[in-house]
Each structure stands twice: as structure tokens, then as C-alpha cells.
């Protein structure tokens, strides 16, 4: 019999590290679900580039901050792809620089949303089918921010380390139950978000890292498509940061 293809749910995925999550995911042999907010042409895109490379793809919009937004999306999934079996919680909005005290609670929850309720949301939909093969991989995107403590992104910086407290509590409660959380730490990787990034400024941060480079989408998607993968079997809870050492 063939084993069943395994279905990949990335949020975010319609740019920057999400679209090379996406397409590392396929290559693995995933059906992937590419979930964006509003760019529709390019999700599409990411699609498109995956079904070119011979895999399976599909787009979906949906806001995943919204309870009602995460069970319409997971519902279509499962109807167009199957039920989940990767979970990468990657999406993220707007990261404004506030400084503290002009930070207000609405900024604080905003990112919140993003980082703590989208990633429940996303998992509670999830879980019954993992629980049910008894095999699922969760990963959070995270942040090198959190362990810099990055000034004037406290609102950002805080909700990351709620996702990692989120991580780390549900690789323990879920322990034995075939389903591995994990959290991905990026360093500053140029996306489509970061062109106004002087390139004095990315010099900067990349003289700083211990391997002397900026990193590379694809070096975050390498280090997803491995915990995804029944290689990473025997690890839970971890964070893995992929910012070429730069908070060793
Ligand atoms: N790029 C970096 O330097 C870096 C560094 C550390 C951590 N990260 C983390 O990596 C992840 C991806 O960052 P990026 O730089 O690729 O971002 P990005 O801005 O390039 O992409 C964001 C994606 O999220 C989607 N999105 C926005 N709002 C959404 C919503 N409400 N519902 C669903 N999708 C929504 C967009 O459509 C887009 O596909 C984030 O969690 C971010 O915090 C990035």
C-alpha cells in the first residue's frame, strides 16, 4: 500500500520565509496548504512555483487571528487536502517599532494575536486528527528578538516569547502522543518586507554573527522541513535558532 501523502498547513505563506516553507515542505513531498491575508497573486504564485517543481499545492485566505477565519480555513483544507499533518505557524503582521511609552494595550494584543492566539487557534483545529494518527509536527515560527530582547519591539518581542512558552508547555502536554512541538528562531533574514533596509544596516548585522552572513529564507526552511519530517522524531520542545549563531 502507499503511505498517504502527508498534508503541510503553512500560514503566512505568500511571501518571504512562509512561500520557502511552502515550497521546502513540497519538496519533501507534502500537499501543502499556502495560507496569506490578502495577496491572493502571490500565493498564487507560491503555488504555482510548487505544482512547477511537480508537487501539490493549494491557496487559501484566511485571517488566522479570527477563531471563526482558522475553523473556515482548516475546514477547507482538510476538504481539499486531507487533514493536517504539519502544522508551521509563521504568519505575522505589521511589526511597527513602538517605543514603551507610547506602546499602547491595543499594539501589545495586536501582536499577541499573532503569536499566542493564532498559534491555539491553529493547533486546536489540528490536534484531533494528529492525536487520531497518532503523528503530527507543530512548529512555531519564532524570533532571535526574544532573546535580544530588540529595543522597541517589546510588544513583538513579548508575544514571541509567549509562542515559545506555548511550545515549549504543549511538547510536554502532548509528549507520547506521536506529535512533536517545536520552535524555529530566525536572525534578521531580507524578505520582501525589509527593502528599505539600508545595506549599510544589513552589513552591519551580518559582520556581528558569529558565521559572518545574513541567513537565507531557505536556511529557515531547511531547519522547518527537518522537524517536519519523521527524522526528527526523538525532538520536542526545542528551539532551534537559525541566525547563523548569532545568540550563542
Ligand atoms: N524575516 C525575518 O527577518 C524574521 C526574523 C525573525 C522572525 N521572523 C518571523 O518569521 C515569520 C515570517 O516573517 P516574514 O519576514 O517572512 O514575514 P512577511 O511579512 O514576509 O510575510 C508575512 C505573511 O503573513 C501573511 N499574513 C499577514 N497577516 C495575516 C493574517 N492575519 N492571516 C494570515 N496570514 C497573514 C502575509 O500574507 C504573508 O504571507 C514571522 O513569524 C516573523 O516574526 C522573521
Given at each position: 500500500m502507499t503511505p498517504r501523502t502527508r498534508v503541510a498547513l503553512v500560514t503566512g505563506a505568500s511571501r518571504g520565509l512562509g512561500a520557502s516553507i511552502a515550497t521546502a515542505l513540497a519538496a519533501e513531498g507534502a500537499a501543502v496548504a499556502v495560507n496569506y491575508a490578502r495577496d491572493t497573486a502571490s500565493a498564487a504564485a507560491v503555488v504555482a512555483g510548487i505544482e512547477a517543481a511537480g508537487g501539490r499545492a493549494a491557496a487559501f485566505r484566511a485571517d488566522v487571528t479570527d477563531p471563526a477565519e482558522v475553523a473556515r480555513l482548516h475546514r477547507e483544507v482538510v476538504a481539499e487536502?486531507?487533514?493536517?499533518d504539519v502544522l508551521v505557524a509563521n504568519a505575522t503582521g505589521p511589526q511597527p517599532e513602538i517605543g514603551v511609552e507610547s506602546l499602547t494595550v491595543d499594539d501589545l494584543l495586536t501582536q499577541l494575536r499573532f503569536f499566542a492566539v493564532s498559534p491555539l487557534l491553529l493547533t486546536q483545529q489540528v490536534l484531533p486528527a494528529m492525536r487520531r494518527r497518532r503523528w503530527g509536527r507543530i512548529v512555531q515560527i519564532g524570533s532571535e528578538a526574544f532573546e535580544l530582547g530588540t529595543p522597541g519591539s517589546s510588544a513583538y518581542v513579548a508575544a514571541k516569547g509567549a509562542q515559545l512558552g506555548l511550545t515549549r508547555s504543549w511538547a510536554r502536554e502532548l509528549g507520547g502522543t506521536g506529535i512533536t512541538v517545536n520552535l524555529v528562531a530566525p536572525g534578521f533574514i531580507p524578505t520582501?518586507?525589509?527593502?528599505?533596509?539600508?545595506d549599510t544596516d544589513r552589513d552591519r548585522y551580518a559582520r556581528g554573527v558569529p558565521l559572518g552572513r545574513l541567513g537565507t529564507a531557505g536556511d529557515v526552511a531547511a531547519a522547518v522541513a527537518y522537524l517536519a519530517s519523521d527524522r526528527a522524531g526523538y525532538l520536542t520542545g526545542q528551539r532551534i535558532a537559525v541566525n547563523g549563531g548569532n545568540t550563542l
Open positions: 487536502l486531507g487533514e493536517v520582501e518586507r525589509h527593502t528599505d533596509v539600508p
